[in-house]
């Protein structure tokens, strides 16, 4: 699962970064390994009230509490089944109040990939179910696209998000 | 790198050790006007001593030396060469708080401020030039009062002028000017020293130079001495501080209501110029430095009390001091566990069915340890309340005197224990009750008297354990709440419609309500309606709750009910549909099955339980969550009656399961806060369950309760 390769687009100087993919409604979207924790397997979730949909629940990983967030539901993907391959990506990112540890829900985990900085394109202004302010870049990987996300603000504006929207 | 560690280290220990020894001056002081005792004098002198070795080891010059004059003055009083005279305690008490000034500059490493020290040395200096015997505790001031009442000691002579000079209270302020043989009041002296946040809290201080100067000739000096390089300036902190000499004979309250707005981390000292002092810093006559120092501590107390807790609380979440019995006790109770861990390692090695017997002991005693070892750590952080009472008898003191009250402060229960940080945190909501128990409680010896009680009021603080949590209270046998006044002031603000009825305790807690004060006159102890909404949520935030009892003209008490600890809850184990709840057992009064007969609706919408003589709302708990219950009919689930900022409410859950203690951990870390939720928990099968927050739970169901009436007009 972690075959490490680099694309033909990062041929180029400059600072390489590593991306875990993941799919999400057949498309590959990257996140920064760094912002990576761990990958766990599917989990009881206790639901909380006031959360809006896209808000699991939270999850008990070694004694923290942990919210999760199901990314097909916050990108409005039509199909959110849970199968074998649906996975928790936990993440840590450093938000406006401190380091947190939020689990991403996401289909499948594919793969890790190193990409250099200036080979990523930035999006383009209409990107469909996904809000482009959480994509930080696309990234052509031999033909391939992959969407590389901004993991911070995505978890820090879907768990600060309001409750009451979705109420 | 490592010697500077240590040194970082012995300095630390050296800074608690000195607070201590200022805590222990300080609560022997007070006990030493009730009547010289040489063992106390003792007591106090070896703290100063200590404080003063080890200042000078550290090279803090400036607190060695004053420390050091404190010491010749207690010396003398040791040997009996000096009377105790109340002029000389108030001194002593003053210095202790110089010193404490000085130290936590010097802890915080900033430059040692010696405004006070040396307004106080000269004062140490006049008192120990004044050869006095030993015995007669006679001042010259007091000699000198004809205002002592009559048949009045002479050493209670000289207490009522030293709390004249004290009070500094306007109208006096020329007797006691006259007093001390200076001349008429001329203007101010005000030494302005903010804390470096005082751009945060939306001051400007040209605004407040500006409002001085339409006082009168304004004279600024501006001391820049703790600016920083530019290239190290933050331009959001403030870094100046100023010396500002007001010209004009206005009262001492106009003064201090410019500054009425400046965080109490800032300093402000106001010195009154005296016509005959001439202005000239070289020599004042002897009794100047007097009114500086005694006006220093008359200052608004907002700022003289706030700052040493402030400074307190943020020093004391650092490191914990552990008895070494608790310690032992650890140890013990370890070893115990690795007895039974070694019986346990037996028979993973080799296990035979007939050992079925004594693996089922094992275990038992590895359930007994670690019940044991919880407790025990929990233990650790187990504090007596006395820790927090200290600093009262010394804040009642002075709030006495400044309020020209006469009270006997009564602490029981000191070796109560609780949690530290509930130990913390209930610091503050505690003095700000006492501050308004001797404000607004107690009333004046002229108008105790009037009302057939003795002349001294008394108040109380009392702290012991009920069930699993620790009760204080705080009682005074003042005047009591008045419940017309309370109640009037609310319909005037609207706070209450103007027919409704409402029950003694309802009426109670509007005081509760933000902004809300009866106090005709706003003075600078309280009054401003600011505070008690803070008291009741601080304590709600803790997960406690207040009560207040009081009956007219013989005193009010209020009832602190708080958890025993932050970590561990007892909680009923509560199912909704498939969804598992917490609630903790405190808040809940009883649990009850409902008939149909004891229930009833209000505009078809409301629904109310009849519970013994009252009527509490149906509070749905599957509806407030968005749950699917096992069943909608009240009757056939549970009705847990909970009660909350006296406030009750019975909850319909589906089943309860069982009562256990269960670890609170934080929703918030990770996650926000959500509202009727306390934290969450761990099951021990790894599944997390929510935990109720009982007040913020019946909120919420109150906010939905007006949102549809709201919506149905």
Redesign the interface.
Same mark, same amino acid.
């Not at chain 2, 870390?669 to 926000?672: D, E, G, P, S």
């Not at chain 2, 959500?674 to 939720?677: A, D, F, M, S, T």
């Given at each position: 699962m972690t075959t490490e390769r680099m694309s033909g687009a990062t041929q180029g100087a400059g600072a390489v970064h590593q991306y875990l993919s993941f799919f999400l409604g057949g498309e590959e979207y990257g996140a920064d390994i760094l912002s990576v924790q761990e990958i766990k397997g599917w989990d009881t979730i206790t639901r909380v009230p006031y959360s809006p949909d896209y808000i699991l629940g939270v999850i008990n990983l070694r004694g923290s509490i942990v919210p999760v967030v199901d990314l097909r539901v916050r990108f409005a993907l039509a199909n959110a089944a849970f199968d074998a391959a649906t996975v928790i990506i936990v993440v840590h990112v450093a938000g406006t109040r401190g380091e947190r540890v939020v689990g991403i829900v996401v289909d499948a985990v594919s793969d890790v990939y190193s990409v250099a900085s200036e080979s990523i394109r930035p999006p383009p202004d209409i990107m469909g179910s996904v809000d482009h302010m959480f994509v930080t870049g696309l990234a052509d990987l031999d033909g391939k696209l992959l969407i590389i996300l901004d993991i911070e603000r995505l978890v820090e504006s879907s768990v600060l998000g309001d409750g009451k929207a979705a109420a | 790198m490592s010697v500077d560690l240590e040194m970082e280290e012995i300095l630390k220990v050296f800074f608690e050790e000195s607070f201590e020894g200022l805590d222990t001056m300080e609560s022997r002081l007070l006990t030493l006007g009730d009547g010289a005792d040489r063992e106390t004098i003792n007591t106090i002198f070896r703290a100063a001593h200590s404080i003063k070795g080890g200042a000078g080891t550290f090279g803090f010059m400036e607190i060695s030396e004053f420390t050091h004059s404190v010491e010749t003055l207690l010396d003398e009083m040791r040997n009996g060469a000096r009377g105790v005279t109340p002029d000389a305690l108030q001194v002593l008490l003053q210095s202790v708080d110089v010193i404490r000034d000085m130290a936590q500059s010097a802890q915080a490493k900033r430059p040692i401020v010696m405004t006070g020290a040396k307004a106080l040395s000269g004062e140490l200096t006049r008192i120990l030039a004044q050869k006095v015997p030993p015995a007669a505790a006679q001042t010259p001031s007091a000699a000198a009062s004809d205002a002592a009442p009559a048949g009045a000691s002479t050493l209670r002579a000289s207490a009522q002028n030293a709390a004249a000079t004290s009070v500094g209270q306007p109208k006096r302020d020329n007797a006691a000017a006259n007093m001390s043989s200076t001349g008429p009041l001329e203007g101010w002296r005000i030494v302005f020293a903010p804390d470096v946040s005082l751009f945060k809290t939306c001051n400007d201080p040209m605004r407040i130079l500006d409002e001085l100067a339409n006082l009168g000739p304004l004279e600024v000096t501006a001391n820049v001495d703790a600016l920083p390089l530019l290239s190290d300036l933050d331009p959001t902190q403030c870094h100046l501080s100023w010396t500002l000499s007001l010209r004009a004979a206005v009262e001492h309250a106009r003064v201090a209501e410019v500054f009425d707005w400046v965080d109490a981390n800032s300093k402000i000292v106001y010195e009154p110029i005296y016509a005959s002092s001439n202005l000239s810093p070289v020599a004042p006559p002897p009794a100047d430095p007097t009114q500086a120092a005694v006006q220093r501590t008359a200052g608004p107390s907002d700022l003289q009390v706030a700052a040493p807790n402030a400074a307190k609380s943020g020093g004391e979440s650092g490191s914990l001091r552990v008895a070494t019995e608790k310690i032992d006790a650890l140890i013990n109770l370890v070893g115990e566990l690795v007895i039974t861990q070694s019986m346990l390692c037996r028979f993973s090695e080799k296990y035979e069915p007939a050992d079925v017997e004594s693996l089922r002991r094992s275990i038992a005693q590895l359930t007994r340890n670690t019940r044991e070892l919880q407790e025990s750590v929990m233990q650790i952080r187990m504090l007596p309340i006395g820790f927090s009472f200290n600093r009262f008898p010394r804040l009642v003191h002075d709030l006495s005197r400044k309020l020209g009250k006469r009270v006997e402060l009564k602490l029981s229960g000191e070796n109560t224990e609780l949690d530290k940080t509930v130990l913390e945190k209930i610091g503050d909501p505690l003095v700000h009750l006492v501050r308004n128990a001797l404000d607004h409680g107690l009333e004046s010896p002229e108008q105790r008297l009037a009302a057939g009680k003795s002349e001294t009021g008394t108040l109380e603080l009392n702290a012991f354990h009920e069930g699993g949590s620790i009760i204080i209270e705080v009682k005074d046998d003042g005047a009591g709440l008045r419940k017309d006044r309370i109640l009037a002031k609310a319909r005037e603000r609207g706070l209450v419609d103007s027919d409704a009825l409402l029950s003694d305790e309802q009426i109670y807690n509007l005081i509760f309500v933000a902004g809300f004060s009866t106090a005709d006159a706003v003075s600078d102890v309280s009054g401003r309606g600011v505070g008690m909404d803070v008291v009741r949520r601080n304590i709600n935030d803790l997960g406690g709750h207040v009560q207040i009892f009081s009956v007219q003209g013989q005193g009010s008490t209020i009832r602190i009910r708080l958890p025993l600890t932050l970590a561990i809850l007892d909680g009923q184990v509560l199912r909704v549909g498939k969804?598992i709840y917490i609630a903790s057992l405190v808040s809940i009064i009883e649990t009850v099955q409902s008939t149909r007969e004891n229930l009833s609706c209000v505009a078809g919408r409301t629904e109310l339980f009849k519970h013994r003589a009252d009527y509490l709302p149906v509070v749905r708990l599957h509806d407030? =969550?968005? &749950?699917e219950p096992d069943s909608r009919d009240i009757t056939d689930g549970l009705l847990v009656v909970l009660e909350a900022d006296g406030r009750r409410v019975a909850m319909l859950v589906d089943e309860l399961l069982a009562q256990q203690q269960v670890v609170i *951990?934080? !929703?918030e #870390?990770? =996650? *926000?806060q /959500?509202? +009727? !939720?306390a +934290? #969450?928990t &761990?099951h021990g099968d +790894?599944? /997390? #369950?929510?935990i109720l927050d009982v007040p913020g739970l019946i909120r919420t169901f109150l906010e939905r309760q007006t949102a549809h009436i709201g919506r149905a007009a």
């Open positions: - | 969804e407030l =969550f968005g &749950i *951990k934080s !929703l #870390a990770n =996650f *926000k /959500v509202p +009727g !939720l +934290g #969450a &761990i +790894g599944t /997390v #369950a929510l």
